[in-house]
């Protein structure tokens, strides 16, 4: 037989206390090795003694008896049955009685060797019987020093954890804590608290019913836990939370509560992480809700958590609790290209479109800026995502505008600047025109000037020396340059008059035609003096019109003067006179000059008109002052009409347009 090795010496340190085994065990171990072994040796040799008797007995009992002693014995053992002898008697007689003397020997040494065999065993029960006891006594220490360790480690675990362990005796209205928890809530020495009393006085006024409602219930039976939370005042006036959790433990005859036992759990921090992720939680849902901007979170299953108040009408929902509620469902023509975005959002992504054109749900084209971006907490890095839309739609539109605005304002600055450019250059030739005008106009006055100084002072000088013819001519000379002088100075009043609205114009209803017959014959003279033909053609009938006669018998003078004076000798002037319309269709009549002179450059037509301009191909020999065409411009638009140089091959073309007298807008006074 093999014992057991002896287990090696073991310890359990806690804050700073070692719990061995004591010598009592380590003895125990050495004197149970002993017995085992003292136990075998005797069961091994009490076991070979029975053997060996057994053996010998069975020799003996085998062996031949002679016939007379058989019957010897026979007859013996009937006459003790029929006498009444007692067979047990019979039976124990000694076998020396019954054998031989030499079998009687051996037999008594085998009946010897049993019996030691036999108190060998006996003593081989009796150690073994002191063996179960030792080892239930070993158990028994062995079970108590475990308890008292674990006792011990249980204390100094919820010391450590700072969780309190408490006993109620209702009866006798005391109450125990372990020192940990006195030493938690600062009530040591004079302040500790010892009854319920005392105890009710530290709680908070507005628990203080519940917690009593709370025993109540437990010591009747009606809860099998008690269970409550409650404020307590700390030994430096701080309120703190103090979760208390209970069972009855004892119970008299009579089975009331006698004793109660629990744990106590300060949820001051937990109490206080819990508000605040309550307000973090309420902030946060405040802000998504209230933030001015279509925002919703969803979590890793795009089930929605929480929405803005625009989000429902900007993605076109009705007022509805989204709550849990899949994004896919609620929307479930979500394209996959939206789907891959919030795949690569939950993986860590963060996607978004400054314009994005999306079809709303009546399939109207719109357009949207959004944001996809995961957000975590600190159990999870991702927790879902939240997405941001605003419908752009309108601001798009209106920056659309502003862009055709913007490209429309550049194009008008850009003409207006070459309005204002063409208006400088105007400007600049008109300059140059008046600088030109001054030289011309100086000559202009001092010739005649001259003339008329010079004539009048030879006729002075001369008057008496002189013939009459003479003298008539140099008068008749100072005259022409009198009058030359007086022209000039007439057609600076009317220019003058006419571009300040302050000429009075007399209307009358006349032909065009007559107007025009009549300044041809005033000019006749002239034409034939240069051999130059006058014609007037009417290709067709021209209708009547509203005109001050004098007026526009000075602009069809003007212009056969000039047509005469570049057309040259042998040439024809021609003047037709016709129906045409004006610009805005109005009926009108038409005159037209037409000359063979050197004419006027295309990009000349309208500069012409202009005050103190010439055209560059008359400016250099045919004199005058460049204020003719602009008068007679003056002239026709004061009767509602239009004047132009048109291109023509082989001289110069002048158009007039008087509109119709039943059209004609122009006013008394202009």
Request: with cysteine; aromatic share 4%; glycine share 6%.
């Amino acid at each position: 037989m093999t014992t057991k090795p002896s287990r090696p010496e073991c310890s359990v340190r806690t804050d700073s206390v070692a719990y061995r085994k004591t010598d009592a065990g380590a003895v125990t171990d050495r004197w149970r090795r002993s017995l085992i072994w003292l136990a075998a040796s005797a069961g091994t040799a009490g076991l070979a003694l029975l053997l060996s008797a057994d053996q010998g007995m069975g020799a003996l009992l085998s062996a031949p008896v002679r016939p007379e002693a058989a019957g010897q014995r026979h007859g013996s053992e009937i006459h003790g049955a029929t006498e009444g002898a007692n067979p047990r008697e019979a039976s124990s007689t000694r076998p020396s009685d019954r054998m031989p003397a030499a079998l009687a020997d051996q037999a008594t040494g085998m009946r010897h060797r049993s019996l030691a065999g036999g108190g060998l065993i006996t003593v081989c029960a009796l150690i073994l019987g002191a063996l179960v006891v030792l080892e239930r006594r070993r158990s028994a220490i062995e079970l108590r020093q475990a308890v008292e360790n674990r006792e011990q480690q249980l204390r100094l675990a919820i010391d450590s954890a700072q969780v309190g362990t408490w006993e109620l005796a209702p009866l006798d209205d005391t109450v125990a804590f372990n020192e940990a928890w006195y030493r938690l809530l600062g009530l040591d020495g004079p302040l500790r608290p010892t009854t319920t009393a005392d105890w009710l006085r530290r709680m908070h006024p507005q628990d203080v019913p519940a917690a009593r409602a709370a025993l109540v219930d437990h010591l009747r039976g009606t809860t099998d836990v008690l269970r409550t939370e409650l404020r307590l005042r700390s030994g430096d006036d701080r309120w703190l939370w103090i979760s208390l959790i209970g069972k009855s433990i004892r119970k008299n005859a009579a089975g009331r509560v006698t004793r109660l036992a629990g744990i106590a759990i300060d949820n001051t921090a937990l109490r206080r992480a819990t508000a605040q992720a309550t307000l973090t939680e309420s902030k946060l849902q405040a802000f998504v809700t209230h933030v001015p901007a279509a925002v919703a979170m969803f979590d890793t299953e795009m089930n929605f958590v929480a929405w803005s108040a625009r989000w429902l009408p900007e993605t076109g929902l009705p007022p509805t609790d989204l709550t849990g509620k899949n994004f896919y469902r609620v929307y479930p023509n979500t394209t996959e290209r939206w789907k891959e975005a919030h795949r690569r959002c939950l993986q860590g992504a963060v996607e978004r479109a400054e314009e994005d054109r999306v079809e709303n749900s009546c399939g109207a084209a719109e357009w949207i800026r959004w944001e996809c971006r995961p957000w975590s907490t600190p159990d999870s890095p991702i927790a879902g995502v939240m997405i941001f839309i605003e419908d752009i739609t309108a601001p798009r539109a209106q920056r659309e505008e502003l862009a055709r605005h913007r490209d429309a304002l550049a194009s008008l600055v850009t003409e207006r600047t070459a309005e204002l450019l063409a208006a400088v250059e105007r400007a600049e030739c008109a300059n140059s025109a008046k600088s030109e005008f001054l030289a011309n106009i100086s000559h202009e006055l001092r010739t005649p000037m001259h003339a008329i100084i010079s004539f009048a002072d030879l006729g002075l000088k001369r008057s008496r020396q002189m013939a009459d013819e003479k003298l008539s001519r140099y008068l008749g000379n100072a005259r022409s340059s009198a009058q030359r002088l007086l022209v000039l100075i007439n057609d600076l009043l009317d220019l003058s008059k006419l571009e300040s609205g302050k000429m009075r114009l007399d209307f009358v209803e006349t032909d065009l035609l007559v107007i025009a017959r009549d300044c041809v014959e005033e000019v006749t003279s002239v034409a034939q003096d240069k051999g130059i033909e006058l014609r007037v053609e009417q290709p067709t009938t021209s209708p009547a019109v509203r005109i001050d006669v004098y007026r526009l018998r000075q602009v069809v003078v003007n212009l056969l003067s000039n047509a005469l004076r570049f057309a040259p000798v042998g040439s024809a002037v021609r003047v037709q006179v016709l129906g045409a319309a004006m610009e805005d269709g109005t009926p009108a009549a038409q005159l037209e000059v037409i000359d063979c002179g050197p004419g006027i450059p295309d990009d000349e037509l309208d500069a012409v008109f202009d005050k103190f301009v010439q055209s560059s191909k008359t400016a250099s020999g045919g004199g005058g002052t460049g204020l003719g065409l602009a008068i007679c411009r003056e002239i026709v638009m004061a009767h509602g009409g239009s004047i132009r140089a048109l291109p023509h091959t082989g001289g110069a073309r002048i158009v007039v347009r008087i509109p119709a007298a039943n059209f004609a807008s122009a006013s008394e006074a202009v």
